[in-house]
């Protein structure tokens, strides 16, 4: 019998609010189907916005993934700016999916283009980079910055960010939103893409596959 699916989902900032809503995901998200731990780094700063952020915890990152590498069938960096993901990518071979490609992937897959709700200013020119990284420039048509993580502010947003011409999908583009996809989806008509619950679906599918395979 095939020992149950383990997935460590890392949160690379410090804060344990967005640990408790990640939680509250895999609760709703995965009901048991496998098992999910959520941990987060403990010398990264509260939340990561800037490049100089992603190399904060970067030895306590490695250090983790080093530590669990065989403990876990797959791995999830749950910030939408991805931090260190082709690094984490190279000290094991089970599957990495960061939450930013995860969520942009499968919103390409669901409409003709997408929009990204992001936390501030600064991390707008990071998202249509990461698109172009991803391969997914011409689906990113807009970034519209949001005034708070609350459902409210943040419907407001997807609200403004379908003004702009060919949006047929919203990605919520921090691990803060998680769980506020379905409260916007019903409003709004639109897939909406919860990034959290997207790496989630991907890594597990990522893990069963390597597991078929071998």
């Known amino acids: ?19 408790i809503k990640m939680r509250n ?8 189907e496998y098992d999910v731990d959520v941990v987060r780094l403990k010398t990264a700063p509260i939340l990561v916005l ?4 992603h190399i904060t915890a970067l030895d306590e990152l490695c250090n983790l993934v080093r530590q669990s590498k065989d403990k876990y069938d797959a791995f999830i960096i749950a910030c939408h700016s991805d931090p260190n993901l082709e690094l984490i ?45 991803y391969h997914l420039r011409d689906f990113l048509k807009t970034v519209v910055v949001t005034k708070s993580d609350s459902p409210e502010d943040l419907l407001k947003a997807a609200e403004e960010a379908m003004k702009t011409p060919c949006v047929d999908a919203i990605v919520l583009g921090c691990a803060n939103y998680t769980g506020a996809d379905a409260y916007i989806e019903q409003r709004l008509g639109i897939p909406v893409i919860d990034g959290f619950a997207g790496a989630l679906f991907m890594a597990a599918g990522l893990a069963r596959y390597q597991r078929y395979k071998s």
């Open 50 to 53: 800037s490049y100089e952020d």
């Open 25 to 32: 995901t895999v609760e709703k998200f995965v009901g048991g």
């Open 1 to 19: 019998m095939n020992k149950r699916l383990r997935i460590l989902a890392i949160n690379p900032n410090s804060d344990e609010n967005t640990c």
């Open 89 to 133: 990518r190279e000290l094991t071979k089970k599957p990495v999916v960061g939450i930013a490609e995860a969520s942009m992937k499968l919103a390409s897959s669901m409409g003709n283009g997408f929009a990204v709700i992001s936390p501030s200013p600064k991390s707008v020119s990071k998202k249509f980079a990461l698109a172009h990284k």
